[in-house]
């Protein structure tokens, strides 16, 4: 998996979850635990992360930029 995106509110995670499903966004997991939660350890393993993910819009235009899946990147809104 590519990316991880991390979301606390249920309504957005489940609309992630569909937006991968169709490959809208960046293939990944998503996350619903609170940030203060999350141990940097478990990062490691991805090339992107998206922190308050919101329904996908930094993997959205990272994409339509031309930014490829595989290139690391880190965002949080």
Sequence with gaps: MTAYYNEIDPFAAAWLRELIKAGHIAPGI???RSIE???PWELFQYTQCHFFAGIGGWS???RQAGWPDDRPVWTGS
């Design 37 to 39: 939660d999350v141990p």
């Design 30 to 32: 998503v996350d619903e």
């Design 60 to 62: 959205l235009a990272l």
